[in-house]
Nanobody, 126 residues
Framework: QVQLVESGGGVAQAGGSLKLSCAAS????????MAWFRQAPGKEQEFVSY????????FYADSVKGRFTFSRDSTVNTAYLQIDNLKPEDTGVYYCASRATDYGSPYYEPNAYQYWGQGTQVTVLS
């Protein structure tokens, strides 16, 4: 019912910047929150950031706080992840996810989210 499409990944040098996008569509848009997760090679999926759609309140993993900025444009049902001061440890596949309510698992757990995008690759060179 809800489709998420990520874009904006690529290759960047350490210290550089990237901006990821997550466009949402479906028969009805009733998103409560969206989140970004990432998965580095050989590692488990990791929570990155969260945004509450109604007011834009955000939470960040400690590893990205101060470098990543999560925002949304409700007029086009799109969320953005601005990534600054990239580090090699930021390398991985970044996934966008959404949920319709705040009921259920905590926001930092993947099983809290009902819909997922296909992922976009971020590679940071040192």
């Amino acid at each position: 019912q809800v489709q998420l499409v990520e874009s904006g990944g690529g290759v960047a040098q350490a210290g550089g910047s990237l901006k990821l996008s997550c466009a949402a569509s479906g028969r009805a848009f009733n998103t409560y929150a969206m989140a970004w997760f990432r998965q580095a090679p050989g590692k488990e999926q990791e929570f990155v950031s969260y945004i509450r759609w109604s007011d834009g309140r955000t939470f960040y993993a400690d590893s990205v706080k101060g470098r990543f900025t999560f925002s949304r444009d409700s007029t086009v049902n799109t969320a953005y992840l601005q990534i600054d001061n990239l580090k090699p440890e930021d390398t991985g596949v970044y996934y966008c996810a959404s949920r319709a309510t705040d009921y259920g698992s905590p926001y930092y757990e993947p099983n809290a989210y009902q819909y997922w995008g296909q992922g976009t690759q971020v590679t940071v060179l040192s």
